[in-house]
């Protein structure tokens, strides 16, 4: 980024700076005094007179930056960093020697915020982007730069450097450029500055409940956004906030002696609304200024409902109500379970003024419950995700039990873990985020991107350097893909063992891509047949879609694919040549008559065998077409002189005699089980290797299942087998092919 030098605001020499950290370092212990002040003149010495890429001088924002992480009461070790975060960007910084000067705790503390530093928004987070993109592409970045660091200090003193960045660019607008060419840079950097703070700090700072940052952060950034509107409410409140500060101290004195007067326990805080919360509910009620009520809001918290109800009363009796602005979510919660008591009085002065009244678990659920505030007030542009929301809730927890706990190793050892480990997020090119599972390799990122991209993959560069494809990939990591024009995956990529695919959805794109090859080639194979036997009756002039059409098949696709899987067998393709090529010829007989299995079926009393409803002991066999076996719902066909044939009711087969022959189909069901067993086809699609076909005979021998037929076809490196099996039941079949898509290589196992 361009640097923009201008003449500093309020320059202050190196010694005043010097001094506005030592006032900050006052409420440490002498040792942890003595560090920061150590870590102050390491960076006077390293910074000198180097600037930020928005022109304030280097020594500047660290002091500044200093203070806030100083005012959030975080450890020394915190203010020492904030104090160096510039160093990573000075010539020559050399990591190793860095972490040797200042320690490896606060070296990794600087290194992380410098790394968040470099993330930048894709362009969908510019102010003419879609909502919904702009949205979705802030929400990932926020959950990236809470993923990507392993202490949560590490995000805090990001918000203070970048707090201290906007006081500077807000105050810097004011103050005379050095060329006129420069003011048009700066006032678009400011802009640019502001929309990444509205998108992405400030609502971070708001899920942390870091609220003096989250407040003044979008104070700033509406001010330097909307000045004009900014001006106007300042204008229209007509008082300081330092002045609604006093007015609220003095309500909830008041509050605090009439609650104690009434007998109630009660915990009593206030706040004034700050600038940017009244101008967004003054553009979503579409109101002005004095419609709002709730610009200064004070909170009772008391021990039970029935407090809650007696706190209203006291408010009530103290100031006058407005009707019209009372809500009791406690009688009827929201959607999201929130329960409170809303009222707004005209208070002190003849101010109105907001009450909100709930018990002390309303307001742990209200906080980091389901129905936590801060979702709600970052818009719910994107997708709620519980658990991540539990794991925001607990942060915010652990940052409230700071201030009470006496060691605060204790609380920040909280941080230093595995909140964020099951997803990782990482750039694209052109700055936007995707996340993956932990583990993800490039192929996976490609294919989160795109799957013709997944396809194509060839190579990858992570943040510049070349990497193989089974790389791990890590947060806030920057992937390019190198893809070829055209082509497809490498079957290694579904070798677990070679750690090319992590993530489902890659791994799925890559067997439907090879299912796709493997339908091509079958059409193919299927048309060959076709037109051979075209060929051998002399009627290699007939439309193929009327053959296709007089086969039961509406797409040709499918007509080559049942041809080609012997769905339809020869007979019925030779049958459909012959009616199409005999103008309102049909087909004597279907061919289904002669592919039976004959045997004699036992009667109802018997308690077994397939039953013909209406028909006492008829001869039935099973159709080799589809080979039904029990519990596969039934339908017998009437052969001529060859009893019954047994189809399954979704057999290819049965549709076309459902219009050809419909006289001749007749209800069918199974009997009472026997020990028998019936034949089924599976296909087993693999990845072809040595020992496959053993493998999965294997399987069917440990399930005592027969093999009394198998066929095999090996090619580009994947096998197709074929078995016929004898089973006793669907539940059998369904049990064992399970147990074969478990063996190593096997891409689908299923029922033809």
Not at 647 to 674: D, F, V, Y
């Amino acid at each position: 980024m361009v640097a923009l030098i201008h003449a500093e605001p309020q320059a202050a020499s190196s010694d005043a700076y010097a001094a506005r950290v030592a006032q900050a370092a006052s409420g440490y212990t002498a040792a942890e005094r003595a560090a920061i002040e150590a870590a102050f003149a390491l960076a006077r010495r390293g910074y000198g007179d180097a600037r930020t890429s928005d022109g304030e001088r280097w020594l500047a924002r660290a002091a500044g930056t200093a203070t806030i992480v100083a005012e959030l009461k975080l450890d020394a070790e915190s203010v020492r960093a904030a104090l160096l975060i510039g160093m990573p960007d000075s010539e020559g910084f050399d990591e190793p020697g860095f972490a040797a000067e200042v320690g490896d705790e606060v070296a990794r503390l600087v290194i992380g915020v410098a790394r968040m530093g470099a993330i930048r928004a894709a362009p969908s987070s510019e102010a003419g982007a879609r909502k919904e993109a702009r949205d979705e592409q802030a929400e990932n970045l926020r959950k990236m730069l809470l993923a990507m660091v392993e202490d949560i200090r590490v995000v805090l003193v990001k918000l203070a450097e970048r707090t201290q960045a906007m006081r500077y660019l807000v105050a810097a607008s004011s103050g005379e450029p050095d060329s006129a060419g420069s003011v048009a840079t700066l006032a678009s950097h400011r802009a640019s500055q502001a929309r990444e703070t509205q998108d992405l700090f400030a609502p971070l700072a708001n899920r942390l409940g870091v609220w003096q940052l989250k407040w003044e952060l979008e104070d700033l950034a509406l001010r330097a956004l909307e000045p004009d509107a900014y001006r106007r409410i300042v204008a229209a409140l007509d008082e300081r906030r330092v002045d609604r500060q006093r007015y609220i101290d003095q309500a909830v004195a008041e509050i605090r002696r009439e609650l104690a007067a009434a007998g109630v326990k009660a915990e009593v805080t206030g706040r004034p609304k700050h600038i940017t919360s009244i101008w967004n509910k003054m553009r979503r009620k579409r109101v002005g200024i004095d419609a709002l009520y709730d610009i200064r809001a004070v909170r009772v918290l008391v021990d039970d409902v029935k407090d809650c109800y007696t706190a209203l009363g006291v408010v009530h009796n103290l100031w006058t109500p407005l009707p019209q602005e009372f809500d009791d979510y406690i009688a009827k919660p929201k959607a999201n379970r929130y329960r409170s008591l809303h009222t707004a009085v005209i208070g002190p002065d003849g101010k109105p003024l907001e009450v909100q009244i709930r018990t002390q678990e309303m307001h742990r659920h209200s906080e980091y419950g389901v129905a936590s505030h801060w979702r709600y007030k970052e818009g719910g542009g994107a997708q709620r995700d519980p658990g991540y929301d539990e794991k925001i809730a607990w942060l915010r927890q652990v940052l409230d039990w700071k201030d009470a706990v006496a060691d605060a190793g204790e609380w920040l050892q909280q941080f230093k873990s595995t909140l964020f480990t099951d997803t990782i997020y990482v750039l694209t090119p052109q700055g936007k985020v995707v996340d993956l599972p932990r583990g993800a390799t490039p192929v996976d990122f490609a294919y989160a991107v795109h799957s013709s991209l997944g396809h194509r993959c060839r190579g990858a560069r992570v943040d510049g350097a070349m990497v193989p494809l089974n790389y791990t990939l890590q947060n806030g990591q920057r992937i390019e893909i190198i893809a070829a024009k055209q082509g497809g995956p490498s079957l290694d990529w579904l070798n677990a063992d070679l750690g090319y695919v992590q993530s489902h959805r890659a791994r799925a794109k890559v067997r439907q891509w090879f299912k796709a090859q493997q339908l091509e080639a079958t059409i193919a194979q299927g048309r060959e047949a076709v037109e051979r036997e075209l060929h051998r009756a002399g009627r290699t002039a007939l439309k193929l879609d009327a053959v296709a059409a007089q086969a039961g098949f509406d797409k040709l696709d499918e007509f080559f694919a049942a041809v080609s899987r012997a769905e339809l067998n020869t007979r019925a393709l030779q049958q459909a040549i012959q009616a199409v090529a005999r103008p309102g010829g049909t087909v004597a007989a279907p061919a289904e008559d002669e592919s039976v299995l004959p045997r004699a079926s036992k009667s109802a009393g018997a308690g077994s065998g397939i039953l013909i409803v209406g028909v006492d002991r008829l001869m039935t066999g099973l159709a080799r077409c589809c080979k039904a076996a029990p519990p596969d719902p039934i339908v017998g066909f009437v052969t001529r002189g060859k009893g019954i044939s047994i189809h399954r009711r979704n057999c290819s087969n049965i549709a076309r005699m459902q219009e050809k022959h419909p006289e001749r189909l007749i209800t069918a069901e199974w009997g009472t089980p026997r020990d028998e067993v019936f034949p089924v086809d599976v296909v087993v699609e693999a990845m072809d290797r040595q020992a496959l076909l053993r493998d999965v005979s294997e399987v069917f021998s440990r399930e005592k299942i027969n093999v009394t037929a198998v066929k095999t076809l090996s090619r580009n490196l994947q096998a197709k087998m074929s078995f016929t099996l004898e089973v006793k039941s669907l539940e059998q079949l369904k049990h064992a092919l399970g147990l074969v898509q478990d063996v190593s290589g096997v891409l689908s196992a299923a029922r033809r």
